[in-house]
């Protein structure tokens, strides 16, 4: 083995011949010096001369991976100095690009926009879960008040039955509330009232024989009603008398009829009967069929008095089969649609 030590750095390298390429250290082409070695005649000689002289020169040349260390810990100390961005910038040069950075806006937006909807989902999970709450109260409340109107009902249903029997066992065939107007001027089976063609008002005031007049309630306990002691007059006059009926359905009735004198009928606005002569009032001196309907029905008359000292009226109900009385409720408390008090 040999020692080649490079004329420009002096680089020393251990090998039989030098290397073809160059210096390893700097690359030039340099012609090796050969140092032959000494003449060795025995082995101690060799071992007492050359050997120390080989070791010292190989003490003073430096090992051949030295320079590819020192290298390395140059770039590692150059990588640790550059900051990371200049670094990351450095390796990756994509990331400067115009196009990157409008991909890297984009997706900051969208990270901000699915940021926002999820807190809006949230707000609106937060109100739909209160409002289930205030469905399932309000939907308790319901149930509740619509079994109490059921309940009610009930009872309404049960108190209108009760009525109706007792009104059914206190009611007669006979009426006897009315609501009566009069005394009316009456001249030639006319009146300057015309009650039967016109609106029901109870608390309208008309012109009446001596002055104003309005409907009065009036309520007799015989089956005759004594107009002439109601309106406390004997000249030639008519009044009106009103009342409602109660009927459990549609049914055909017989009118049983006295008056003194004429007299003229309505049921619901229908005229059913009028009589024009002079007679004196009994009960059944009249029958006419007429119709209830189910509910209330309005019954009218207008009862003349063409002079003399009575004035008087029968009405009767009676079943037109049998001709047996018909006991009814009646009053003189407007009921109805026809009850009109504008």
């Known amino acids: ?47 007492s001369t050359s050997m120390p002289q080989a070791n010292r020169e190989l003490d003073g040349a430096p090992p051949t991976y030295v320079g590819p260390l020192i290298s390395g ?18 390796l990756f040069p994509a990331e400067q690009s115009d196009s990157y950075r409008q991909l890297q806006t984009r997706a900051e937006g969208m990270e ?38 059921l309940r009610l009902e009930h009872v309404v249903e049960q108190s209108a039955a009760a009525l109706a029997a007792l009104r059914r066992n206190s009611g007669d065939s006979y009426l006897h509330q009315w609501q009566v ?24 005031e008309y012109k009446g024989h001596s002055g104003k007049i309005t409907w009065m309630p009036v309520e007799s306990t015989e089956p005759q009603l004594n107009l002439a002691n109601v309106l406390a007059s004997k000249d030639k006059l008519a009044c009106y008398a009103v009342c409602w009926v109660e009927s459990e359905r549609d049914r055909d009735v017989l009118l049983s009829l006295g ?41 009218l008359v207008r009862v003349d008095n063409k002079g003399g000292a009575d004035w008087a009226l029968f009405f009767e109900l009676k079943d037109p089969r049998n001709k047996r009385p018909l006991k009814v409720f009646s009053t003189y408390v407007p009921q109805g649609n026809s009850a009109s008090t504008e």
Not at 4 to 20: A, I, N
Not at 112 to 137: F, G, I, K, P, Y
Not at 273 to 288: I, L, Q, W
């Open 112 to 149: 901000t926009a699915r940021n926002m909807a999820q807190d809006r989902l949230q707000v609106l999970a937060s109100r739909l879960v209160a409002a289930q709450h205030e469905r399932d109260e309000l939907q308790q409340k319901y149930e509740t008040s619509e079994s109490d109107r």
């Open 73 to 90: 810990v140059l770039i590692g100390a150059l990588l640790i100095a550059i900051p990371g961005y200049a670094l990351r910038h450095w």
């Open 1 to 47: 083995m040999r020692a080649h030590t490079c004329p420009e750095c002096e680089f020393v390298y251990l090998g039989d011949d030098p290397p073809d390429e160059g210096c390893p250290e700097c690359g030039i082409v340099w012609s090796p010096v050969i140092v032959p070695p000494p003449d060795l005649n025995t082995d101690e000689e060799l071992n």
């Open 181 to 204: 107007l009069g005394p009316l001027p009456w001249e030639n089976d006319q009146t300057p009232v015309r009650i039967e063609v016109e609106p029901l008002n109870l608390t309208r």
């Open 259 to 299: 008056s003194d004198d004429g007299m003229a009928v309505w049921i619901n606005r229908v005229k059913f009967h009028e009589f024009t002569g002079h007679r004196p009032a009994r009960a059944g001196e009249d029958e006419v069929k007429a119709r209830l309907n189910r509910g209330w029905n309005e019954v």
